[in-house]
């Protein structure tokens, strides 16, 4: 069965700090994958978007890694600032168009 | 240019009651999308509309829901006889092309739907 696991449920760091967000999914054939930020009352906005051969992909203080082999992707944020705030969503899609989508991370920064 | 947007922002109705959601996608874009979001779960795909092609109804969870994309254009997402388990957040996106390609999806900023 197709699936998108993401680890933890939800995080709480310090402002300046920086986290890592997993995402593990069986999905298969695998097309690419995505992170999203979804604000609370907002719809997800797209951070990367990853294919097979792309092991790491920036945006600014956000890197996401993925590793095709495990099934296993992180985004990092690097000094992590108060509109941080939100859930982060992993999303992969297969071969034939659909996307699974992860429950996604919430991630909680405090000043 | 605007966004995709999305009316009525919060809704909320008696069950058995029917409703309506309106989607208006961002303009040009020929692919449009609706996903149900419960509360602390994933994005749940229903429908997706691409082009003139018959759209992909096999999210759709029973057949007391049903959408029509109009002109190409703005989609209304149509849920009769609602059930409290309908109560979510219904999300809109379109994009530029179909998902079959790298088409980036833009989202809405939904419309919360709570049945009583």
């Known amino acids: 069965k197709n699936q998108v696991e993401q680890s933890p449920q939800s995080l709480i760091i310090l402002e300046g700090k920086n986290c890592t967000l997993q995402c593990n999914y069986t999905v298969s054939p695998f097309s690419n994958l995505r992170w999203y930020k979804q604000d609370t009352g907002r719809g997800p906005v797209s951070l990367t978007i990853m294919t097979f051969s792309e092991n790491t992909k920036s945006n600014g203080r956000y890197t996401a890694t993925l590793d095709a082999d495990t099934k296993q992707s992180s985004l990092h944020i690097t000094a992590s600032q108060l509109s941080d705030s939100a859930s982060y969503i992993c999303v992969v899609k297969e071969s034939n168009y659909q996307l699974i989508w992860g429950a996604g991370t919430k991630l909680i920064i405090k000043p | 240019g605007a966004g995709v947007s999305q009316s009525p922002s919060n809704k909320v109705t008696e069950k058995g009651k029917d409703v309506e959601l309106r989607c208006d996608p961002i303009?040009?874009?020929?692919?449009l999308y609706w996903y149900r979001q419960s509360l602390g779960q994933g994005l749940e795909f229903l429908i997706y509309?691409?082009?003139?092609?018959?759209?992909?109804k096999s999210g759709l969870p029973s057949d007391r829901f049903s959408a029509e994309r109009t002109g190409g254009s703005v989609s209304t997402l149509t849920i009769q006889r609602t059930q409290q388990e309908d109560s979510a957040v219904y999300l809109c996106a379109s994009s530029l092309v179909g998902d079959r390609g790298r088409g980036e999806q833009y989202f809405g900023p939904g419309t919360r739907l709570t049945v009583t």
């Open positions: 303009s040009g874009h020929t692919a």
């Open positions: 509309f691409q082009g003139n092609s018959a759209p992909d």
